[in-house]
């Protein structure tokens, strides 16, 4: 007699495959220079994240997020702590990580870079004060004041070094008003 899963497994095994199906292949993940450079090495030496993130002074979820390019900034305390865990130049590390700013702002102005309003979504031009739909005031990023990574302007705390942003809300690019 043929004996079937109870249903409950019928539909876990649905969901993973459709997750499987939306993650990314392990090789298509665009790591950038930065996070390219630290991912090699660690696997070279046969790491873990979680032993780095360890060694370093920081979370898994952390590297993961440097690895895989979501986090650009890296403070230079974390830049030498990395380079003395995976044996790499933290002065290479330092000016790979400049490097990768670098081009990315450089983007962002080639790009004539918009401002999203945070009411309604709507795109507005970067030196806007204003929603151009709504007419809610709108800001640009806001720079940390101790780790100099930019948030979007309604954060109230810093998405790098977990330090309040409060007080620092006006606009960045509008601060000489």
Do not use: Y
């Not at 030196?127 to 990023?141: E, H, K, L, M």
């Not at 954060?155 to 309040?164: L, Y």
């Amino acid at each position: 007699m043929l004996r079937l899963p109870p249903a409950s497994h019928a539909v876990d095994r649905s969901q993973m495959a459709r997750r499987k199906l939306q993650k990314r292949a392990f090789n298509d993940i665009d790591r950038g220079a930065l996070g390219g450079l630290i991912f090699n090495a660690r696997r070279l030496h046969s790491l873990t994240q979680a032993e780095v993130a360890a060694a370093i002074g920081r979370d898994r979820p952390w590297l993961s997020d440097v690895e895989t390019g979501k986090i650009t900034f890296v403070p230079d305390d974390d830049i030498r702590a990395l380079a003395h865990a995976l044996s790499l130049d933290a002065q290479q590390l330092t000016a790979t990580r400049d490097n990768v700013r670098k081009h990315a702002a450089a983007g962002a102005v080639a790009l004539g870079r918009r401002l999203a309003c945070q009411v309604c979504g709507h795109s507005n031009p970067d030196d806007a004060n204003f929603c151009s739909n709504c007419g809610t005031q709108v800001f640009a990023d806001v720079e940390c004041p101790a780790c100099g990574r930019l948030n979007e302007a309604p954060a109230n705390f810093c998405t790098n070094c977990g330090r309040p942003l409060r007080g620092r809300l006006e606009p960045r690019a509008h601060a000489h008003l």
